[in-house]
């Protein structure tokens, strides 16, 4: 199974940073996603989670977004609920979300998440650059 890596975009066409490890279980999504097709980024990243599960049941995800539109958050929706069927299933699933502590509408979104699929999420500040 293949690494996934892809590039943060922040120009006319904004796409998140996504680090996905095969050897690890290590899965980040990071920066904005603000994408216009969504399902077109985020069905592999699905699909791929998907079949890592079949073979390893660690997995630790980090969101580290600083934006999304709301195309992305039914996207994170489905990785959410699918990370939950995986614990469910005897997975080992730990999710950390990284927000600034001031952006209480991200908090919120967060919160939402964590009601909606009934998965822990581990909120983590963001520390500030030195």
């Known amino acids: 199974m293949e690494d996934i890596h892809i590039k943060e975009i922040k120009d006319t066409y904004i796409q998140p940073g996504v680090d996905f490890s095969a050897l690890t279980g290590e899965c980040c999504i990071s920066g904005e996603s603000f994408l216009e097709e969504t399902g077109r ?59 600034h502590e001031d952006d209480v509408d991200m908090r919120d979104d967060i919160m939402n998440y964590m009601d909606d699929t009934g998965l822990n999420i581990n909120l983590v500040p963001f520390q500030e650059e030195e």
Request: no cysteine; proline share 2%.
């Open 41 to 99: 980024f985020y069905t592999p990243l699905v699909d791929w989670l998907l079949q890592y599960f079949k073979t390893n049941h660690k997995i630790t995800f980090s969101f580290k977004l600083t934006y999304f539109n709301t195309s992305t958050s039914k996207w994170i929706l489905t990785i959410l609920s699918e990370l939950k069927k995986m614990q469910d299933n005897g997975g080992e699933i730990t999710v950390y979300w990284y927000f």
